[in-house]
């Protein structure tokens, strides 16, 4: 953590403006205080201060970004977070009253309860997520002007409830062709002003460049669960399920089962750890991709996100990640040793059990907080630089000329997202 | 004191950067084109809005302005000048980290007050709506749990049906149950099962559906002891502890999953905080139960004093949880509460005679 942290010195010494460029001015340790300051509010409020947390995030990343000269400026409210929420929430509670009462029924209403919930909240879940986009467009200013989105969000919708299920269905292959159509929809519906976006990654390139890290990840996963699949002997399974008692686990080896799961534990392991060398490698790719496809009228984007940068990235955060792990293994150690010396104090009862219950609550959540806040503090922020930095931009005349169009939006779509765990907030 | 230097405009109407001069009149903040000096505009002090920006950079905007004009100043002096003239600039950020204060005790009230809803308002709401839930209701929601946790406990032997029932042991739960049934006249009729579970146990659901697991009826020395067990269970149907539950569970969903707890980690503050609320719920419910099951052995001319004995003795062999996590009270409480109640007489014959508990006792195992 001793290297030479860039944000520090940026303010005195910084460089000419990029014309043709961005560059992100924020200081890092601005970022760690809001970050800690806000998971500590978090934890007090159990959550309520989420709205806060995120709009001062967003504040803080917007406004110290820089495009061709002119920084970036959001300006939604926890105020308007708050309300969406609130809205969202009587608008959800209906339905999962409805969904509650259908389960208990009966007949095929009742069998297809489940189902049905699970495809409408899934629909829910991705309009929210399109009205958020809105809500947060809208929210942005450049140059004195917003943002805005068009389009209706059930038509995105259902488009990408169907690119899900086929990413499901092709085992990921479909993910570059998902990926270039929803960005089409989406960007075909952005305007800066009056100037309209619009989307040229192609699908298939990025399906050339990214199928060789699905080989390496993917297949052998599949391989070796068909594989696993293949050596059980079903007949002789089912046989031993159906019969039980107490030599079950014997008869379970006799149906190949031992060898099934070793097959299995090893190319899962073999695909998490391949997963986790080359996630920054697929990043890298995608981001990089996905800016380079960017167009609002005349104006292209190109990026030249290196690879390295994005592994550099990671690296610290591990490096990070793991001081924080040493320390927090020296913090439950303690914890343990109080709730221990609990026990002898009070003895075993009521108070001791539900002290030691807080405690241990208590301690999973403040880690689990931690890890998010160092997370976002080193990753998130750090991506978002490197990001804005890597592009170049051309035909920046297009910006000159642009009228205000468009108004600000309701939050609702975020209370939604956020009411339905889909990165809303 | 600067009361003029230069600035970035953009009118809100077009993305024109405009390099311009910029004046603090008395009326306010004037913005001057640097050519011709023709005014673009006036913003009042009091009306002036301060944005977010870069350190070094004040960027200012008209507070409820329908266009989002903009102006940015570098001018340190010039900036320095603004924010003595305006109450609204707040470069220090003193009046933004009030407005947080006030936020911050807020939320935390609003905590504290979602935190006593949970503890104190969701139980007494499902008190008082329970009774208001038609027994039609109850029984149709009775049938939907019945299937569900038909579903949970049956481990699908296929050598052994799940439900026991000989002829005769059937005859003996059927006379003992009457007896009961009579003694407590309850609006809704029971149905009672012994099933294949070895826990020494039994379950209420709403709607009157009794389960009695075979450990059990294993574990009781006495038809008393059984009858005592059952006679719980009838306590919770007569209270309807099943629908308050559903009801509890309901109200507290609502307030963690969905108002409370929604960051990385809250997900275990949910589960702890449920686990704890309703076990906390729960006590209050088996201690009432106690009391009715004590009140209707006794008038079905039982002996009160059994559950408390089979109480002791299923203790001594399950394993001691973490008690805040366990549904019922400290045993050894419980049977001293259970024999504080029952009266001090003892009735001179067991409710079952002994061929009919020799039967029910093989209610599993004799074909």
Known sequence: MNDANPFDARPAAAPALPQNGARFLGEERAFWRLLTRGAFL??????????????????????????????????????????GFLIAIALLVPLN?????????????????????????ALLGQFAVYRARRYRLTRTIYRGIRFHQTGA?????????????????????????????????????????????RFVGSGTRLFFRGVLLWIVVVVPLLFGLMLALGSIDWTALSEAMKRGGDDVMSRLEGAGLAPAAVIAVLSIGWSVLALALLYPVFQAMVLRWWMSGLRFGALTVASHLSTGAVYAIYLRFMWIALVAGVVFAIGAAIAFAIAGGLTLWLGKGVLT???????LIGSYVVVALAYSTIYQATVRLRLWKASFESIELSGIDALDRVNAAGAASSAVGEGLADALNVGGI | MATAGTGIFFDGATSARRPVLVELSPEGLVVRDPQEHAMLVRWPYNELDHLAAPHGLLRLGRAGAPRLARLEVRDPALIAAIDDASVPVDRSGAAERRGRTKVIVWSLVATVSLLLAAVFGV???????????????????????????????????????FECG????????????????????????????????????????????????EGLVEKSETPDELAGVIAHEIGHVAHRDGTRSILQSAGLSFLFGMLLGDFVGGGAVVIGARAVLQSSYSRDVESAADRYGVDLMTRAGGDPRALG?????????????????????????????????????????????????????RICTAR
Not at chain 1, 102 to 110: I, V, Y
Not at chain 2, 138 to 159: I, P
Request: positive net charge; contains cysteine.
């Open chain 2, 309 to 361: 004995a089979v109480l002791n003795r299923i203790a001594g062999t399950t394993h001691p949880g973490v008690e805040i996590l366990r549904d019922h009270p400290d045993t050894k409480a419980r049977v001293a509460v259970i024999n504080t109640l029952a009266p001090a007489s003892q009735p001179a014959r067991p409710i079952l005679e002994a061929e009919e508990w020799r039967a029910l006792k």
């Open chain 2, 166 to 213: 000989n002829a005769e042991g059937r005859a003996a739960l059927a006379n003992l149950m009457a007896k009961l049934e009579v003694a407590a006249t309850l609006p809704i009729p029971l149905e009672i099962k012994v099933v294949r579970r070895s826990e020494p146990n039994a379950i209420a659901l709403p709607g009157g559906h009794i389960y009695v697991f």
């Open chain 1, 42 to 83: 978090l934890l007090v409020t159990l959550g309520i201060y989420r709205f806060w947390l995120a709009t001062d995030v967003r504040r803080f990343l917007w406004s110290n970004t820089e495009i061709a000269g002119d920084g970036l400026e959001y300006i939604g409210t926890a105020r308007e977070l708050l309300l």
């Open chain 1, 97 to 121: 009253i409805v969904f509650f009462l259908s389960a208990f029924g009966s007949g095929w209403l009742s069998q297809l309860s489940g189902l049905l919930a699970l495809v409408v909240l």
């Open chain 1, 353 to 359: 059990e539900l002290l030691s219950t807080v405690l």
């Open chain 1, 153 to 197: 969000a059930w038509r995105y919708a259902v488009c990408a409830i169907f690119w899900w299920a086929m990413i499901a269905m092709t085992a990921g292959l479909a993910y570059p062709f998902a990926q270039a159509s929803l960005e089409r929809f989406k960007l075909r519906n952005t305007y800066y002003g009056d100037l309209q976006g």
């Open chain 2, 123 to 161: 139980p007494a709401l499902a008190d008082k709506l329970a009774p208001l839930i038609p027994l039609r209701a109850e029984r149709w929601l009775g049938e939907a749990v019945d299937m569900q946790a038909r579903r949970m406990l049956d481990k699908g032997d296929a050598s052994r049906p």
